[in-house]
């Protein structure tokens, strides 16, 4: 048993010892048959990234996401990736380039060190233009059931590792199939979720920051969401504006109390976004409305002031939402949460007809889309028409609104859409489960 153990030791030293000379970053992903679009791309597209790559050290290592073929090969199904991977334009590139800088991260990050709980790590992404969080813009990394490594990124997109721990000279390698989003502005990723279950429907929320009684908007809370560094959103979801929307509707006479009120969900650092990780028991939060909001921790959720935080660490480019299940207001902050409601109680009145009335505001929700225009094969592939335009088409009543596309191509834009809401649906059933499993631990 012994020498056995000795033997081990011997060979881990020897091991450790070997380190110098390690493969470079080159020959690593050589060894991998499924990565030859990839050093293609690296060549070819993106020399500098290359270059980078290959000058990483021991001593100032990274964790580079490769994406494999398969990757490459599907990302006109992804949102923001498919747009930038379908064109060639100079703004096309910038993206492709910026889309391949957030796949490397600070670092070495292997499933040995990487936790059963996601952490929020830094990127080599740090344009503002791109990314507008102090440090780099991060990537959710996590150990699933100690074995299934994920990656989690913009519009809670997962990028699962097919081959993990390559170890090359400036740090390691994971092969990755799907390429990873970089977060996007607040109000895409906001409707971007709301083609999703209900729980994490926010064009409500989104709305209300966009609402102005007279067409000048008087709060500019929609810019500065959409344009200021290191934010933290707790943002309502539908439902918990629908069940006070009386309340809201009386207050939006005074938009400075509107403005109040939503100011209070949103809070503003120096230092980086707080990502739940940063989020412990009893941290006060000072919101942008000059008032505190109180974090628990208790039953193994997280909670502000008395709202449950239903789905955290939602990355947007300038910072990160939390999706919350009730208004907060900066004029009832004494309530302890409860854990044992399944929903928070509203802190404003509610209304009697709640089951019937519609969610407030969504008609102000600007109309931004992520998604790729169509390509004719899915017109020819998939264009049975579904009669789901006319949900479509409902959204175009903005008064922000930007044209939302051809008209000749609407049906099949509904497939491609439909079938990414599917796929958003299920990662956020994933990653709500993924949450609650991270909560407990
Ligand atoms: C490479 O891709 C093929 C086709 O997708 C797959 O069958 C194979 O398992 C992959 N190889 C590795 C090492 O991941
Ligand atoms: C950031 O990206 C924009 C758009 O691609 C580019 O014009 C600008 O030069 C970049 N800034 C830096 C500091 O690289
Ligand atoms: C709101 O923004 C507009 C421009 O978008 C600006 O003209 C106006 O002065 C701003 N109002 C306030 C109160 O900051
Ligand atoms: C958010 O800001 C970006 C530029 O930083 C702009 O392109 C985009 O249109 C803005 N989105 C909205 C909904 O105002
Ligand atoms: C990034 O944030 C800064 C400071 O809040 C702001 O001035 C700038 O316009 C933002 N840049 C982008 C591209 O959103
Ligand atoms: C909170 O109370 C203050 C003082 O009464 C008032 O000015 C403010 O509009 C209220 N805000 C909300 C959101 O009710
Ligand atoms: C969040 O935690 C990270 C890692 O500990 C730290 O670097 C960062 O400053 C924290 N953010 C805030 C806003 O405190
Ligand atoms: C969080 O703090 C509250 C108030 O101090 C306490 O009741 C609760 O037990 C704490 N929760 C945890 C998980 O420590």
Redesign the pocket.
């Known amino acids: 048993m012994l020498p056995s153990v000795v033997f081990a030791l011997c060979l881990s030293l020897l091991g450790s010892a070997r380190g110098a000379d390690a493969l470079s970053f080159d020959d690593a992903l050589a060894k991998h048959e499924n990565t030859t679009t990839l050093r293609d791309q690296l060549r070819d597209v993106f020399p500098d990234l290359h270059r980078r790559l290959r000058a990483a050290s021991s001593s100032n290592p990274v964790t580079f996401l490769a994406p494999s073929n398969d990757a490459f090969a599907k990302t006109v199904y992804y949102p923001v990736v498919g747009p930038a991977f379908s064109n060639n334009d100079e703004a096309s590139l910038e993206m492709q380039s910026a889309i391949m800088t957030y796949h490397v991260v600070l670092g070495k990050h292997t499933s040995d060190t990487l936790l059963p709980t996601f952490q929020y790590f830094p990127t080599w992404l740090n344009n503002a233009?791109y990314s507008n969080v102090t440090g780099g813009q991060r990537i959710g990394g996590v150990m699933q059931r100690e074995e299934e490594m994920i990656w989690t990124s913009g519009i809670a997109n997962r990028s699962p590792v097919t081959v993990a721990d390559i170890e090359f000279e400036g740090g390691v390698i994971h092969i990755v199939d799907s390429l990873a989003v970089p977060p996007q502005?607040f109000?895409?990723t906001a409707i971007t979720h709301s083609t999703a279950a209900e729980p994490f429907q926010l064009t409500s929320f989104l709305g209300a920051t966009y609402f102005s009684p007279t067409e000048d908007k008087a709060s500019n809370l929609?810019?500065f969401l959409?344009?200021t560094t290191d934010l933290t959103i707790f943002a309502p979801n539908n439902v918990a504006l629908e069940r006070v929307a009386s309340a809201l509707s009386a207050m939006s006479k005074t938009p400075s109390t509107l403005a109040d009120l939503l100011e209070f969900h949103i809070v503003r650092s120096s230092n980086g976004p707080y990502y739940s990780t940063n989020l412990t028991n009893t941290t006060t939060l000072t919101t942008i409305n000059g008032k505190q909001i109180t974090v628990t921790l208790n039953s193994n959720s997280l909670f502000a002031d008395s709202a449950r935080v239903i789905t955290p660490d939602l990355l947007i480019l300038n910072g990160v939402m939390h999706v919350i299940d009730a208004v907060l207001s900066p004029n009832v902050t004494d309530v302890d949460p409860n854990p044992k409601l399944a929903t928070a109680s509203p802190l404003l009145s509610t209304n009697a007809d709640f089951s019937t009335s519609q969610a407030p505001f969504t008609t102000f929700a600007?109309n931004?889309r992520l998604l790729p225009e169509p390509t004719p094969t899915d017109v020819v592939g998939d264009g049975s028409g579904d009669g789901t335009g006319s949900s479509r088409t409902s959204r175009t009543g903005s008064p922000?609104g930007v044209s939302t596309g051809v008209a000749g191509s609407a049906a099949s834009t509904v497939v491609a859409e439909s079938r990414f809401g599917i796929a958003v649906a299920a990662y956020l059933v994933l990653s709500a489960a993924i949450g609650a499993a991270a909560l407990m631990a």
Do not use: A, I
């Open positions: 233009t502005h109000p895409d929609s810019r959409n344009d600007p931004v922000n």
